[in-house]
């Protein structure tokens, strides 16, 4: 198995926290209050699911006046009275035996919770990816504009020398046009930088909600790196919200099947009722009645046209769908540690080669510059030392900034962030 060996040993301690513009991204993001909110809201849909289980009661009640005209049989004219009859009457209902009806409802609802709660998770990772990311490229940018503007003025400076050196007689103009030509393009390289520069600002201020800092440093790990491939792979199968979404949503599946085979099978419920009458009409006498009951009701749905099982087997899709749909996700989550892992492995090891080559071309152009004093360099060679030394710093800067990104990206994909 890979190891980082001694370039891992530069990563975060395990007593790192979360920078504090990534928790102020977290704070105020729109996205994620968003899933928040459903992940609230299917937390109430939990209690939902628990009031199947739970007595039903319900209280009605009723008064009015009623005006009668009748006639009797035998007796002259009608009759005409008036009465204001009431009642009352209160049930409770107590879902005794389901055959997992109920049961499955609730273990489903809980899993569709947790799922969102999984969902939230990862909608929060992303976001503090996102903002390591755009930290990092910020402060790079910041750092590369900077190196443009010191290039453009040492070309400055050399194209100052170079004129002097042509009107001493010790160059010639095409040293001068050289030296004009590269002073054009570093100007030029200064404009780009500063675009690229502007975009990135823009970006910050759109993802974060409010301009950068003006001090501004590269973002710090939470949470300590794994040290091997297979200990990254580990955590990611047991920690990445994606996954446990994925699973959740099987889990939820599966218990959704148990709700509907549960509906086409016995149902059995206690029943209680009482009940009071004022005023009734019995016949054609009036009177008051009262009446309370005790009963257990069994129902069984034999046949309903064929929906209830159909519910069932569409249930049962649903959860093998979901299944797969949990193993594709593990192997996305498997390649995406692999990934990252081997990126950052490229990005560490770049890192050095690019410090070793500013190193190296910060002393070739010192070298060079003596060399031009003494007679055994040219003009133009001075120019490319330069350039040289410049696009290095450039690259180191890159390097660095791909370091971070590589780092909350194993993160990110692990699900540590």
């Not at 040993?9 to 790192?16: D, F, G, H, P």
């Not at 955590?235 to 599966?254: C, I, N, T, V």
């Not at 087997?313 to 990252?340: F, I, K, N, P, T």
Request: neutral net charge; hydrophobic residues 45%.
């Amino acid at each position: 198995m890979r190891k980082l060996a001694v370039i891992l040993l530069a990563c975060s301690s395990a007593n790192a926290q979360t920078d504090p513009l990534l928790l102020r991204l977290t704070d105020g993001s729109p996205e994620l209050a968003a899933a928040k909110a459903e992940a609230g809201a299917a937390r109430a849909e939990v209690w939902e699911a628990r009031g199947a289980a739970l007595p039903q009661l319900s209280v009605t009640g009723q008064f009015g006046t009623v005006e009668e005209t009748f006639t009797v049989q035998g007796a002259p004219g009608s009759f005409a009275a008036t009465r204001e009859p009431s009642a009352v009457s209160a049930s409770i209902q107590q879902t005794l035996f389901a055959s997992g009806r109920v049961m499955g409802g609730i273990r489903a609802a809980k899993a569709s919770a947790r799922q969102s709660e999984e969902e939230a998770e990862a909608v929060r990772q992303d976001l503090l990816l996102a903002g390591a990311l755009l930290m990092a490229k910020l402060v790079r940018d910041r750092a590369v504009l900077e190196e443009r503007s010191e290039n453009a003025r040492l070309t400055e400076g050399r194209l100052s020398e170079a004129s002097a050196r042509r009107r001493a007689g010790l160059a010639t103009l095409t040293d001068e046009r050289q030296s004009e030509a590269r002073l054009a393009l570093a100007r030029a390289e200064v404009e780009a930088a500063r675009a690229q520069l502007d975009a990135q600002e823009a970006a910050f201020a759109r993802l974060f909600g409010f301009a950068a800092p003006r001090e501004l440093t590269m973002p710090s790990l939470s949470t300590p790196l794994p040290g091997e491939l297979e200990e990254a792979l580990n955590l990611a199968l047991r920690q990445h919200p994606s996954l446990g979404a994925a699973r959740e949503r099987q889990e939820a599946a599966r218990q959704a099947v148990r709700a509907a085979r549960g509906a086409t099978l016995p149902q059995v419920s206690l029943n209680a009722e009482a009940s009071s009458a004022d005023e009734q009409r019995f016949g054609i006498e009036l009177g008051e009645a009262e009446v309370y009951s005790l009963t257990v009701q069994g129902r069984w749905d034999l046949f309903s046209g064929g929906s209830g099982y159909a519910r069932t087997r569409a249930a049962g899709q649903r959860r093998r769908a979901a299944g797969y749909l949990r193993d594709a996700e593990e192997r996305r989550v498997r390649e995406g540690v692999q990934a990252s892992w081997s990126r950052l492995i490229a990005a560490r090891a770049s890192l050095m080669a690019r410090e070793a080559q500013v190193r190296a071309a910060s002393l070739a152009a010192e070298g060079v510059a003596a060399e031009l004093t003494a007679g055994r360099r040219t003009r133009l060679d001075l120019l490319d030392a330069d350039r040289e030394r410049t696009e290095a710093e450039v690259a180191l800067l890159s390097a660095k900034a791909d370091v971070t990104a590589a780092e909350h990206a194993l993160l990110h994909a692990v699900g540590g962030l």
